[in-house]
């Protein structure tokens, strides 16, 4: 699983029932989040979100829905991180579940939201949506092909328009490179020296490695975040180690004394933010929508306060632990 593939023959899949491509996602998502350890407590905690969802079929697009929730249950506890595709489908907007809705969920639920059956069939209550879609890139393009990539992707899909246009520089990343700076940069890499392996430490332990008929004798040390220092008798570095993942990771924002920062619980992308500078919040109501394993998150506020200062703007790329709001208390 540490690798950007995953080709994994699992016979759990008797139990979590999950397809391929919805494990593939979770892997991706998992790793997103920095969880990927936990990828165990998602496959079981799979075939009880879906019980508790009335057991409905693992296709598109309800396989990543019921995935996303189960990795917000593992991560955050169970159902305190409800995305809004799952809060729709409660309302009856995806279709009528196979089987009931567990009762606690829905009373759970209903405390901070309104979830009320749809009255009637949810295709016909959907209002139209392309014209809407012209209109806000209408001062980009008039090309059907453009309006639809806004209508199928809102905050990526405006940017790449901008850039289409010519009204955002084209990012480094997305210009093509002629096969020469291919080369040179290849060239590079191979002249550049490896990076010096840190000391072995006492926790080092020797293993036999059998590959067919090849035998291999390695020392495997383990790596625990947030382990404590060695003990004096340990040979000291020679030379700085490259960072731990834990290190890399963004540290706790700091704020004043008297303010809460909310954050980002993982990785994302802000769509949208639901309060303005200077307005008064009560704990539960909602500040922003973060979209997160491809589904859209309502973050709730954790404290009464007021708004303080809104540091990220809306179709951002953040981190997770990244401040995206700042509450006065």
């Known amino acids: ?34 969880a990927l350890d936990r990828m165990t407590e998602v496959l079981e905690e799979i075939p009880r979100t879906r019980a508790d969802l009335g057991f409905p079929p693992l296709v598109t697009p309800m396989s990543q829905m019921v995935g996303a929730q189960a990795v917000n249950n593992v991560i955050f506890g169970r159902y305190t991180v409800v995305s809004e595709p799952v809060k729709e489908y409660l309302r009856g907007n995806y279709g009528k579940p196979v089987s009931p809705v567990r009762d606690e969920l829905i009373d759970k639920l209903s405390q901070t939201e309104e979830i009320t059956p749809a009255p009637e069939r949810p295709g016909d209550i959907i209002e139209p949506e392309m014209e809407s879609a012209r209109k806000a890139v209408s001062d980009l393009t008039d090309d059907i092909d453009d309006a639809l990539i806004y209508a199928l992707y809102p905050q990526t899909g405006e940017r790449f328009l901008r850039i289409k246009h010519g009204l955002e520089p084209v990012p480094e990343e997305m210009k093509p490179r002629t096969l020469e700076e291919v080369r040179q940069a290849a060239a590079q890499a191979e002249s550049q020296p490896a990076a010096p392996a840190p000391p072995k430490s006492s926790r080092a332990r020797r293993f036999n490695i059998y590959v067919g008929d090849q035998f291999f004798e390695v020392d495997v040390d383990p790596v625990e975040l947030g382990a404590g220092p060695e003990p004096a008798a340990s040979p000291p570095a020679m030379s700085t180690p490259a960072p731990s993942p834990a290190a890399a990771r963004a540290q706790p924002n700091e704020v004043m004394e008297g303010e809460t920062a909310v954050t980002a619980p993982m990785p994302g992308i802000l769509i949208s933010l639901a309060v303005a500078e200077g307005e008064t919040v009560s704990t539960g109501d909602p500040l922003l929508v973060l979209e997160a394993m491809k589904m859209q998150n309502t973050i709730p506020s954790p404290v009464d306060g007021t708004i303080k200062s809104l540091p990220v703007a809306p179709g951002t790329q953040v981190t997770r632990d990244q401040a995206l709001v700042v509450i006065q208390t």
């Open 1 to 34: 699983l540490e690798t950007t593939r995953s080709a994994v023959i699992d016979a759990r899949v008797l139990s979590h029932q999950i397809p391929g491509g919805m494990a593939s996602n979770m892997v991706s998502q998992l790793r997103e989040a920095d």
